[in-house]
């Protein structure tokens, strides 16, 4: 949607490219990544054990902190290590957290928030509307601390949905859910990428997750692209033992 | 009895400037030592813990020698520096006493607020200085009780206003030095009176501080 009134050179297939992505602390390397590719359109899932740099990774897309080396390919803007992203590119891009992170405010301020950061009052469609179509309509008004784990984490979704982000980046976003919140909240995921065209990155350590929602799958191990590939092809067939064994949950983690 | 009602005034008025000073200077400077990171941050916040619990008379001490006429200050002879035994005078000492618990605070009550929550917020596209000023408003409950605990501790504070003030009747006795008299001259009535005044006071300003944090209470 957004992508419509972007200049020519920016209406390119693909979203990010990533080249010789590092990222150190402490001098501990956590990640890195020799070349990676996010393309318009698709849900890339990002699977791996806990510590395998996939937060990591997201933080980067989301140009919250910079790289110690290589370099991100934006829209056709890069970023690279000691540098700050341009707001005009960062505000393209948004993350919702396995935690909801609800401001002490309502329900439809929370959903307003990033659109008063950019000076806008009501989105189009509007606050009210998005909220309804997380089937949170009747909250508006109630206070975002009161609501239950799901429907936060709704209310989180619905924020970063009015803004109608180029992508959504999402860190673990049904963790700590019970099963029928998963489900309403994977039906809304699958929504922002058909409908609303967002482009997705979805970083799960369930890989059943992944399977239901991913279009292609990368697994991360120890900050390293092990194996990248359609979504079938990775289940059916990993190509890497480490794959294998992490597929079919042999690895301990 | 004018006398008295001049007394509760002239208290009101000192340590409330003396208020106003210290959150206009303590807020900025205690949000800026809890959310951002430079060179000093920890020595700064060490200042602010020794500020915080500095002995009001040595402030005033402090003060006393700064204006007095013979001090560093008072020999320049400068048209705005506070004179000895002036209200101006106690009002700097009260604010030198009030600023840095009113920083420490707001300091501890936006540190805080959990870090992811700032993550989140830069996530959804806020400059920095929006971020900072979205999680002041997130902590604004510590802010505002970090400004009551700051009045709580001029209102009703005796050795510097004492000092720096002189006590002077008519032109810088408030209540705490009022009551410290009339004890000393065994009016007890009245040194009761005033310190019921006082203690309603501090009273007041905690009622106001449950009125405003009411909507956390109500959880």
Known sequence: MSALNLPADQRSDLIYQISGLTQEYQKRRVLDVESL??????????????????????????????????EILFLGQQFNSGQEMALQYRRRVTTVFQRPMLLERTVWENVAFGLRLRGIRDGNPSVQAVLEEVGLGQFANQRARTLSGGEAQRVALARAMILQPDVLLLDEPTANLDPQNVVLIENIIRRINHDHGVTLVLVTHNIFQARRLADRVVFLLEGKIIEAAPTEEFFRSPKDARTRAFVEGVMVY | MPEFFEIVLLSLQVSGIALVISTLIGVPIGALIGLTRFPGRRFAAVLLYTGMGFPPVVIGLFVYLLISRNGPLGSLNLPFAPQLF?????????????????????????MGIDPQLRQQIMALGATRRQAAFTIMIEARLGIITSIIAGFGSIISEVGAVMLVGGNIEGKTRVLTTAIVLETRKGDFGLAVALGMVLLSLAFMANLAMMRLQGRSFEE
């Open chain 1, 37 to 70: 590719e996010v393309r318009r359109g698709e849900v890339l899932g990002l699977v791996g054990p806990s510590g395998s740099g996939k937060s990591t990774l997201l933080r980067l897309l989301n140009f919250l902190e910079a790289p110690t080396s290589g």
């Open chain 2, 86 to 110: 002036t209200p101006g005078a106690m009002i700097t000492a009260q604010t030198i006493i009030a600023f840095p618990l009113v920083a420490g605070f707001t300091m501890a009550a936006v």
